[in-house]
């Protein structure tokens, strides 16, 4: 059971009631964070295996990504935040499309943070769609042989193309698993872990997951300068 899920059940409440709360959260993480200086925040809003759940719940958590867009796009747009999608959201119904373009088009210029929402997204069929992508397009352009820069353009082609990888990946609920999540840009993110519950998120839990990955040495697979024998 995912944290929403579990949050609703200790209070005797549906799970619809944590996924209500969840959206709270989510709000919460983007003001706090703006205020803590962190410039992208990457929220998991719907894997691509999200699909499985019971429909019920999946045309209450639609119902919820449509308040979502509505009653949210004008105050991340007035606190000067930029809201970018990534998935396929070619699954979705065509008004929640629409609203997601109106509003990557309304905060596209803002640049006080970076809000990603992941929709309809699983980091295989991102990896598998760039490397699709560059096969068919490598009948027509020159590939680098360098794989540095092959590496580079491969990333290009993904859909996180032009954000940073993330330098931390916060876990909360107590999971410790990626979850398709953002497979290739995770590769060198550093890993926090937390037993609180999604919806229970706040800036304390981030501030502590912050603290503990300022504390880490970050090496990248090479050997701190300072410890070489």
């Known amino acids: 059971m995912d944290g929403n899920g579990r949050w609703a059940k200790k209070r005797g409440l549906p799970r619809t009631a944590g996924h209500k709360q969840g959206t709270e959260a989510a709000r919460r993480v983007v003001n706090d964070a703006a205020e803590l200086g962190v410039e992208y925040v990457t929220l998991f809003g719907f894997s691509s295996e999200n699909w499985k759940r019971p429909e019920d719940e999946i045309k209450e958590l639609m119902k919820l990504l449509r308040y979502y867009l509505r009653s949210e796009t004008a105050e991340l747009h007035k606190s000067g935040a930029r809201l970018r999608v990534i998935g396929d959201r070619s699954a979705f119904d065509v008004d929640i499309i629409k609203l997601i ?43 680098p042989s360098d794989p540095a ?59 502590e997951a912050i603290g503990e990955y300022q504390g880490r040495e970050r090496r990248f697979g090479a050997i701190n300068a300072s410890k070489k024998a």
Not at 155 to 177: C, F, H, K, V, Y
């Open 101 to 143: 373009e109106n509003a990557e088009e309304l905060t596209k210029d803002n640049t006080n943070i970076t809000l990603i929402i992941a929709l309809n997204y699983g980091g295989r069929h991102d990896i598998m769609c760039a490397a699709m992508r560059l096969a068919k397009a490598s009948d027509s352009m020159d590939m």
């Open 149 to 207: 820069a092959m590496e580079e353009v491969f990333s290009a082609n993904l859909m996180t193309a032009g954000i940073p990888d993330p330098d931390l990946l916060i876990r909360t609920s107590g999971e410790q698993r990626i979850s398709n999540f953002l497979l290739w840009q995770c590769a060198y993110a550093e890993f926090v872990f937390t037993q609180t519950l999604w919806p229970d998120f706040g800036k304390t839990d981030l501030e």
